[in-house]
């Protein structure tokens, strides 16, 4: 055999390395690197998921211990307030009509409920002792006349005789004043006459004006008496029911508010859903004393006959109003031993206990006077616990103002 040489022995003791051995090994180890970094990445996302959940539950819990409450605008009036007081229908004008001289009843024209002009006959009366004293009045005024005839004729002969000193002066003077006294005389049986004539004028009673006739007091042959003193009852009872007077007590805290010339309206419990419109036509300019109240008229229009004076109506009246008024509804006061206070919400998210001064209750709604803007955020159904200054979340509340 031929011996090995150096190179040959070298390469038959170096060992012999399989192909895929040494690839194996490499992906072994880019593996278990994988791994490990996958396992940190999941821990650190593990943690990371804690904190961020530990920090959120306590956001939320910290966001939980401030209230939420509801906030609403509060409401604004109408810049007119409707006032509504009861009243009482009146006629215009209404009077009774008296007998203007003696007698009796010999016939009436017109009853209750009978619609009469102006100058129409109502009534006849029979003045039996007027009649004969008219007579006698005048036949003394016929005697009286004739004296003072004579008492002329004497005058002018005593005139003329005197002129030719026939007769003194005395004389003359005295005749010509016995003429004078006949003249005055004469004057008076004639004014005599005139107001026995007069006494016969009212034996017919007219009416004085345009009207309807309320009530009738008298029948065919009852005594009527002159005038209207003692016991004397009135012929008949006359009213003039258009347009009509509607008297109203206006309390002092809108009387002067109420102006001549203001519209305002009536209603009637008998007409449902109407209307009666008028004016203000004047007013007392003062306040009563007792009731602390001004009398107020107001005329409405009654041409068709439906409106009956003495019925009892609710008289509306539009009365302006010079401030802005603001309502809250009744759920939105708290009151406190302080007074009442209405909770708001500064634009800071924190609460305003304001004080408040309360107006008329609507109902469902407070007027409030003084306190309060347009522009606050009020808090409705506010907890008794609220303080001044506590921090709150707000949400838009139902009910708001307009």
Do not use: C
Request: charged share 25%; net charge neutral.
């Amino acid at each position: 055999m031929t011996p090995l040489t150096e190179q040959q022995t070298r390469e038959v003791e170096q060992p012999v390395t399989q192909p895929g051995a040494a690839s194996r090994s490499s992906n072994a180890t880019r593996a278990a690197a994988v791994a490990l970094l996958v396992l940190l990445l999941a821990g650190g996302f593990s943690v990371a998921r804690r904190f961020s959940e530990k920090k959120s539950l306590a956001k939320e819990t910290e966001k939980l211990a401030v209230p939420v409450v509801s906030v609403i605008k509060p409401g604004t009036e109408p810049a007119q307030d409707e006032l509504v007081l009861p009243a009482q229908l009146q006629a215009y004008v209404e009077s009774p009509i008296y007998a203007r001289t003696n007698g009796y009843l010999m016939h009436w024209y017109k009853d209750i409920g009978a619609h009469v002009k102006k100058g129409e006959i109502l009534a006849d009366i029979d003045a039996p002792e007027v009649d004969q004293e008219l007579r006698q009045a005048k036949a003394a005024r016929d005697q009286i006349q004739a004296q003072m005839d004579l008492a002329k004729i004497s005058a002018d002969r005593w005139t003329n005789l005197r002129r030719t000193d026939s007769v003194s002066q005395q004389e003359a003077d005295q005749q010509t004043s016995a003429y004078t006294q006949s003249r005055a005389n004469l004057a008076a049986a004639d004014a005599n006459v005139r107001r026995l004539e007069e006494l016969e004028a009212f034996k017919r009673v007219y009416a004085p004006f345009s009207g309807v006739i309320t009530r009738r007091n008298i029948d065919i042959g009852a005594l009527i008496n002159a005038g209207s003193a003692g016991q004397t009852k009135e012929l008949f009872d006359l009213a003039q029911f258009d347009p009509l007077r509607v008297y109203v007590s206006v309390p002092q805290a809108d009387a002067t508010s109420i102006k001549a010339g203001m519209p305002a309206y009536i209603e009637l419990r008998e007409y449902p859903g109407q209307k009666f419109t008028g004016k203000v036509a004047r007013s007392a300019d003062a306040i009563d004393m007792s009731t602390r109240t001004m009398l107020t008229e107001v005329d409405v229009p009654n041409r068709d006959g439906r409106l009956l004076p003495g019925a009892y109506a609710q008289v509306h009246f539009a009365v302006p109003v010079a401030t802005v008024r603001i309502s809250v509804p009744v759920n939105a006061l708290l009151f406190r031993p302080e007074g009442a206070r209405v909770a708001t919400v500064g634009s800071d998210q924190k609460i305003h206990l304001a004080a408040v001064i309360i107006g008329r209750d609507f109902g469902n709604k407070i007027e409030i006077l003084g306190g309060l803007k347009p522009t606050d955020d009020i808090v409705v159904n506010p907890a008794d616990s609220l303080e001044e200054g506590e921090s709150v979340q707000t949400k838009p509340g139902a009910g708001g103002g307009a």
